[in-house]
């Protein structure tokens, strides 16, 4: 028996049917969206608590077998796969919002929560979790690879908005890192360090995040401009000027005319800006007017703003589609 064996009988009499070795379950568990075909791991393994975590990776450690982090598999860069075998501890049931401190901002999840699912339970709160990278990730996953996004161009990546993780270590020891201060300098940053490591330092099993007030009033648009010079300068004087940019998108024309297929959509084909403002409504109408002046002053051919909130879903969507345009 070899010690891959061995580790999947020994964790199978303690999760029972929460480990699967399925040809169609592995197969699933072996890839992101990037690629058609990938690396299955040897079983798949559904944790429900820390404690659950620290015990499957204690016994891979044991055994000396593989373990890979799953969460919702949206990712592109191919780290879900397992090219050596191994176990992968698929972290989806592990999905609780555990706190929210909505004096304080901030919010204790489970590494499975996804980020819809966030804002869906924060919605009657005043707040949301702005890192939006586009699919609809889970916030360990998300804090696994350092996610960025529409909106971090405001409110930063999600290194910016993560304060304090709890994380199983490779030995299986459980470890707390980070706190809820806003003001913190003592030790080491571990947060910062967990954070962007792709499984490769630890588990994350917990995180306590930084929320935002809700804007009274959004709105977006488009800036089309015949060539991508005015694109690049209209991006460079807005940022210059102090615009408060929300989400600001390049598309090229090629990407356009993807977008414009999938998502059914009548963009002009040309290098367009994507752009939204969040303020209040005399705000935005300010910002409105201010960008249509630096669009035209760069040469835009077709500006078009826009506060509904139906319309606005449907243009970030299509921006959101990208990679399946592609």
């Known amino acids: 028996m070899t010690s891959t064996q061995r580790a999947i009988e020994s964790l199978g009499n303690r999760f029972g049917q929460r480990l699967s070795v399925g040809a169609a379950v592995r197969e699933q568990h072996g890839r992101g969206e990037a690629f058609a075909a990938g690396f299955p791991p040897d079983a798949v393994i559904w944790p429900e608590n820390t404690d659950e975590v620290s015990a499957i990776v204690q016994t891979c450690n044991e055994q000396r077998v593989p373990v890979i982090a799953f969460g919702a598999g949206t990712s592109l860069e191919g780290h879900v796969s397992a090219p050596n075998g191994g176990i992968c501890v698929d972290l989806s049931r592990m999905n609780q919002v555990l706190e929210v401190h909505a004096e304080d901002a901030d919010c204790i999840v489970q590494p499975g929560v996804t980020r819809e699912a966030l804002n869906s339970y924060l ?45 199983v270590l ?11 201060a806003r003001k913190s300098s003592a030790g080491y940053d571990l947060v910062r360090l967990f954070t962007g490591a792709e499984g490769t330092l630890g588990i994350i099993t917990e995180a306590t995040l930084r929320l935002h007030g809700q804007p009274e009033a959004v709105g977006s648009g488009i800036c089309s401009f015949p060539q991508l010079r005015g694109a690049v300068e209209t991006v460079i004087e807005l940022i210059q000027s102090g615009s408060p940019l929300a989400r600001i998108e390049f598309l090229d024309d090629v990407q356009v005319r993807a977008c414009n297929a999938h998502s059914q959509l009548s963009l002009p084909e040309l290098p367009t800006l994507f752009i939204e403002f969040h303020g209040t409504q005399a705000s935005v109408a300010e910002q409105f007017e201010r960008a249509t002046q630096i669009a035209r002053s760069c040469g835009s051919s077709t500006i078009d703003w826009s506060s509904d909130a139906q319309r606005r879903a449907k243009l970030w969507r299509a921006r959101h589609h990208a990679y399946f345009a592609a």
């Open 123 to 167: 919605r009657d709160t005043g707040l949301f979790f702005p890192v939006d990278p586009g699919a609809n990730a889970t916030l360990g996953g998300m804090i696994s690879t350092r996610a960025s996004g529409t909106t971090t161009v405001r409110y930063g990546t999600i290194a910016q908005n993560v304060l304090a993780l709890e994380v």
């Open 170 to 180: 490779a030995n299986g020891e459980v470890i707390r890192c980070g706190n809820r």
